[in-house]
């Protein structure tokens, strides 16, 4: 498991957030810095104990300090500094485990002398292994990759070294894993050693620039994400990031990143924002160039967050040139670049949008209704003033499944993959559109409280057969409509298990203002049948093969999640029930994809993904290597050329033309806004017209 720094899944674009914030503090050296130790200020000292008392008194699950806890803490906080166990020596860990136990009651009292110690340590560590690379890179010649040597990538339960000649060790074959990576990549020894050499000499410089407030930020989200994951402090920079994004007065590509070791991994795409329309980067894709326009590209390896970010932004219209290492990247020599404009997230590009499909079932014509809806979203500006055409999920879905109906559609397919939320006004409402009345979400406070969410109005705008289809990035919002359609009986839910995400977030400001502000976890979302979609996420009924790797997306993936949990059900009248149907309905599904090309094609995606998602040991080899990379390259255009010729296709040549091929597919999707009806919703329209053959009130509904 590799070090995650969690970040909230808002539905508001260019939402990023650091554990490192400002700049001030300037070291030159080793020495230097144990005459530079960084300590709290008076106002840190308040800010702590201030903290500790409001997630005590406002956070959901009312945990207060205690030894227990405190041991949590400390994990966390050296986890944090260095998940990699190349840092830190096995005497300082046994030196620090005297606190284990203790920082309950130092937090309590304002005490943060222990949390200064680990940290002032872990810079002179850190400063001492970034001084040994770049003298190893300054006297580089030649490095020799005959070897059988290999390099451990996942050093997350590694024990911790015991001495600076195994960490010299450590760093040798580390230095060496990258030089290789980058002649891997095509480049030459002077290129990679002018590389590298700015990499580290960025890193020290960023280190040396560490102020009292990293350290504080660091040690206290170390506290609060123990509580959960979307618990946060952050400190008055990015609290004025966070701000920004809020009230979007910055452009940007609109991706959530986060910091993931020296990396910085995207988390999600907004929708509709430049990136996703894009379609040419992915979640847990890993930026390590950035580059503005047709300017040089920067190496940001090591960087921090915020500083990235920073160069991700920009002017709109502009353009930003990525680099990046693709999450399903066999090793990370293979690199691509991508180049998007930047520009706001437009309402109307997150507009649902509808589409006919149609299908051969039975041997009969058929014709289905696609929705999709890429987030919930109201012009909460035009509704305050009063105009009557504004814009809304609600109202822009009962205009399109109205021009549906007029096409005599014997059902409509709702498609929420990639939704990642948004309002939750917006998420009853719809739901309404199904129903006639009755319970949608129930909302449980930090108090205990349970508030049931209701849509009070009897009409219905479709009383015909649906599914809705999901994934593992609907989250929030989505699910809350998926698992009111699933718990109502109203429609089938399709697809794969989505994100998991049945919490609520409240925004505090510290006083005075200056000293950040606090997110904390306040309440929870259950389902009307009182299940929780927190952690475990919406089961669908029929479930589909996917590549989204679940230890790395979704909630379950973070630390500290909470649980999912029952609470009472809501009185409400299911609309039908389609547990009878459900064996009929997943046999058919099978039979048809054992033989899809497509499907046939993602479970061998896959088995391909699983099988470089378990490999840690890398080979430091470079003919070992690029036979590895052969093979990668030869399986992956066999596995394209399989699915052409079973479509009819004529295959690809070679790997160049596949590459080629999809890069020309991209850039096409990229200037495309119409709905891409792909082997899923079309599948799914297959099912849903089994249901209507099989089920006698779905038949009627239908016809």
Do not use: C
């Not at 909630?555 to 999640?561: D, F, K, P, T, V």
């Not at 690809?652 to 096409?668: G, R």
């Amino acid at each position: 498991m590799i070090r995650r720094i969690p970040t909230a899944l808002l539905a508001i674009p260019f939402i990023v957030l650091s554990l490192i914030a400002n700049q001030a503090h300037s070291i030159s050296s080793t020495s230097d810095l144990t005459q530079n130790l960084l300590s709290p200020t008076r106002a840190q000292v308040k800010t702590s104990i201030s903290i500790v008392k409001r997630l005590e008194q406002t956070h959901y699950n009312h945990i207060y300090l205690d030894d227990a806890l405190s041991s949590q803490i400390y994990d966390r906080y050296i986890k944090d500094l260095d998940s990699s166990h190349s840092y830190f020596l096995q005497s300082d860990i046994k030196e620090f485990e005297v606190y284990r136990y203790e920082l309950d009651n130092a937090l309590k009292s304002g005490n943060l002398a222990p949390a200064y110690h680990v940290f002032n340590r872990y810079q002179i560590r850190l400063i001492d292994r970034l001084t040994y690379v770049l003298q190893s890179l300054e006297s580089m010649t030649k490095f020799d990759f005959s070897s059988a040597e290999t390099y451990e990538t996942d050093r997350e339960d590694a024990p911790w070294l015991t001495s600076q000649a195994q960490l010299n060790s450590l760093w040798d074959k580390r230095l060496k894993h990258m030089v290789l990576n980058q002649k891997l990549s095509g480049n030459d020894n002077d290129k990679i050693k002018e590389t590298l050499i700015k990499r580290f000499k960025n890193q020290l410089n960023r280190v040396q620039q560490t102020a009292s407030q990293d350290a504080f930020q660091i040690y206290i989200n170390a506290l609060t994400q123990t509580y959960d994951p979307h618990t946060q402090y952050f400190s008055p920079r990015v609290s004025e990031n966070f701000n920004i994004n809020m009230s979007l007065q910055l452009q940007g590509i609109g991706a959530v990143l986060q910091a993931e070791d020296e990396y910085t991994k995207i988390v999600r795409l907004v929708t509709g924002g430049p990136a996703d329309k894009s379609n040419q980067l992915k979640p847990a894709d890993r930026i390590i160039g950035v580059a503005q326009g047709k300017g040089e590209m920067s190496d940001v390896v090591g960087w921090r967050l915020d500083d990235v970010v920073s160069r991700i932004r920009g002017k709109k219209g502009s353009v930003v040139r990525l680099k990046v290492i693709p999450a399903n990247a066999e090793d990370e020599s293979i690199t691509k670049i991508v180049s998007i404009t930047r520009d706001t997230v437009k309402l109307e590009d997150r507009a649902a949008q509808s589409t006919v499909l149609e299908i051969k079932h039975d041997g009969k014509a058929k014709k289905l209704g696609i929705i999709d809806i890429p987030t919930f979203y109201a012009d909460f500006q035009a509704m305050q003033n009063g105009d009557p055409n504004y814009k809304s999920t609600t109202r822009d879905v009962t205009r399109l499944i109205k021009e549906l109906e007029k096409q005599n559609v014997d059902g409509i397919i709702i498609d929420l993959r990639n939704n990642g939320g948004g309002s939750l006004n917006e998420a009853n409402s719809l739901v309404g559109l199904f129903i006639d009345a009755g319970p949608t979400v129930q909302v449980k406070h930090s108090s205990g409280h349970i508030e049931p969410w209701e849509d009070t109005d009897e009409r219905i705008i479709y009383g015909g057969p649906m599914a809705v289809v999901i994934n593992r990035l609907s989250a929030s919002a989505s699910e809350i409509f998926a698992g009111a359609i699933q718990d109502y009986g109203r429609g089938l839910i399709i697809g794969g298990r989505s994100f998991g995400k049945g919490t609520v977030q409240s925004l505090q400001s510290l006083r005075p203002i200056e000293n950040g502000q606090l997110k904390v976890t306040s309440a929870k979302f259950y389902r009307i049948s009182g299940e929780s979609n927190q952690h475990k996420g919406i089961t669908p009924d029929i479930l589909f093969p996917s590549t989204f790797n679940l230890d790395e997306i979704g909630e379950s993936a973070l630390a500290n999640a909470l649980p999912s949990d029952n609470i009472r059900p809501a009185r409400f009248k299911r609309w039908s029930s389609y547990d009878q149907y459900l064996n009929f309905l997943t046999a058919a599904h099978n039979e048809r994809i054992a033989t899809n090309p497509d499907f046939v094609f993602t479970n061998e995606q896959i088995s391909s993904l699983n099988e470089i998602r378990r490999k840690t040991v890398v080979s430091l080899n470079e003919t070992t290597r690029i036979k590895e990379q052969d093979k990668a390259k030869a399986r992956g255009l066999a596995m394209e050329n399989k699915k052409r010729v079973a479509k009819g296709k004529k295959p690809y040549k070679d790997f160049k033309a596949f590459t080629t091929a999809v890069e020309e597919v991209e850039d096409e999707n990229q200037h495309s806004k119409k709905i891409s009806i792909d082997y899923i919703l079309t599948e799914a329209g297959y099912i849903l017209e089994d249901l209507i053959s099989v089920s006698p009130k779905t038949h009627v509904a239908a016809h």
